[in-house]
T-cell receptor, first 113, second 115 residues
């Protein structure tokens, strides 16, 4: 049958503002989560990861929050820059033993200078 | 930083033809994957490969698809008889030890266009 492209959620922010991108994951048994950034025509690029025994992890300008109760993951980007403009995907993995990643739908972040 | 290299970057093929997509994994990585992304959609898992055999495959990965690591370095995805709906970006990903920093590393992808 004919496939229809999905319309990605879009977040538009002003340069210098903080961005929050949300993701609902699907499997309560997932115990490892990764945020990826994907620029046009490129592969997913690792940003930050978190294991299920944590609820917060910080990197350089990025923070990931995990709420296992409601199966929710968020990515916070501080002082957003034009170079942050991209599609952001969350991905989940069970048991982190080399198993597959299950990707979320993605959010397109647009940063206005 | 080590990279996963994929060739070609873009492949155009006639419907019904066979294509082989190639990936050079990071040298000490043990787990290999193929994912695909139809334009504007999310990344979908196709197959995982460990210890020279398929460890898991999705329902997308039917009999038209196969993977191999023929020379111990390159990791290939073959589509035996391409269909229009196979048009997508195909990403190779590799993983060293589970739980290692940076997790799964993705290549830049091969854009497959079936006409």
């Amino acid at each position: 049958g004919e496939s229809v492209g999905l319309h990605l959620p879009t977040l538009s922010v002003q340069e210098g503002d903080n961005s929050i991108i949300n993701c609902a994951y699907s499997n309560s048994a997932s115990d490892y989560f990764i945020w990826y950034k994907q620029e046009s025509g490129k592969g997913p690029q690792f940003i930050i990861d978190i294991r299920s025994n944590m609820d917060k992890r910080q990197g350089q300008r990025v923070t990931v929050l995990l709420n296992k109760t409601v199966k929710h993951l968020s990515l916070q980007i501080a002082a957003t820059q034009p170079g942050d403009s991209a599609v952001y995907f969350c991905a989940e993995n069970m048991n982190n033993q080399g198993g597959k990643l299950i990707f979320g739908q993605g959010t397109e972040l647009s940063v206005k200078p | 930083e080590p990279e996963v290299t994929q060739t070609p970057s873009h492949q155009v093929t006639q419907m019904g033809q066979e294509v082989i997509l190639r990936c050079v994994p990071i040298s000490n990585h043990l787990y290999f994957y193929w994912y695909r992304q139809i334009l504007g959609q999310k990344v979908e898992f196709l197959v995982s490969f460990y210890n020279n055999e398929i460890s898991e495959k999705s329902e997308i990965f039917d009999d038209q698809f196969s993977v191999e690591r023929p020379d111990g370095s390159n990791f290939t995805l073959k589509i035996r008889s391409t269909k229009l709906e196979d048009s997508a970006m195909y990403f190779c990903a590799t993983l060293g030890q589970p739980g290692s920093p940076y997790g799964y590393t993705f290549g830049s992808g091969t854009r497959l266009t079936v006409v």
